[in-house]
């Protein structure tokens, strides 16, 4: 993954940030099923949630 921006500001909450990610999801032998794909996002954003108290803006 990469954090490719972190905001706090106008909109987000007083004590949080607003942290952008860009995650490559691939295989190296074959092009991924949207099912798969959406299966692996909801993982990370369940794992967010979780660990950090994050949530999806």
Do not use: C, H, P, W
Request: no cysteine; charged share 25%.
């Amino acid at each position: 993954y990469t954090v490719f921006d972190v905001y706090t500001g106008d909109g987000v909450e007083a004590g949080r940030k607003s942290v952008a990610l860009s995650l490559i999801l691939q295989d190296f032998s074959r092009t991924l099923e949207e099912t798969e794909i959406n299966i692996a996002m909801d993982q990370v954003i369940g794992l967010l949630k979780t660990e950090l108290k994050a949530s999806l803006r």
